[in-house]
């Protein structure tokens, strides 16, 4: 399996940034999809998780507090974090990966892409 993640870039504060991660190699459908990101000189943390399928189940980290979307589309192989309002806080390498259960910890996920980096200016 392959995940490959894109459409990081530089932004300023209030801003947005769509994300996309691409699967192959395996059945997209059959992996819950999730977010982390990891800023300079923190830990990695998780942001959000799609379940697999349908994507009828979605758990978002308290901090997006609405401004932030996952969403996927199986026929394209592809999730997507759709990101609004964004702040100097949410300045990170935002990281995809693909799980077969539906859990925030990085531990629950077999792969990993090699993750887009956001900056956010103020």
């Known amino acids: 399996v392959q995940l490959q993640a894109s459409g990081g870039g530089l932004v300023q504060a209030g801003g947005s940034l769509r994300l996309s991660c691409s699967l192959s190699?395996?059945?997209?459908?059959?992996?819950?999809m999730a977010w982390f990101r990891q800023a300079p000189g923190k830990d990695r943390e998780f942001v959000a998780i799609?379940?697999?399928?349908?994507?009828?189940?979605?758990i978002y980290a308290d901090f997006v507090k609405g401004r932030f979307t996952i969403s996927r589309n199986n026929a394209k192989n592809t999730v997507f974090l759709q990101m609004n309002s964004l702040n100097t806080e949410d300045t990170a390498v935002y990281y995809c990966?693909?799980?077969?259960?539906?859990?925030?910890?990085?531990?629950?996920?077999?792969?990993w892409g090699q993750g887009t980096l956001v900056t956010v200016s103020s």
């Open positions: 799609i379940s697999r399928s349908d994507g009828s189940t979605i």
């Open positions: 990966a693909a799980g077969l259960v539906l859990r925030p910890g990085m531990g629950s996920y077999d792969y």
């Open positions: 190699g395996r059945t997209f459908s059959t992996y819950t």
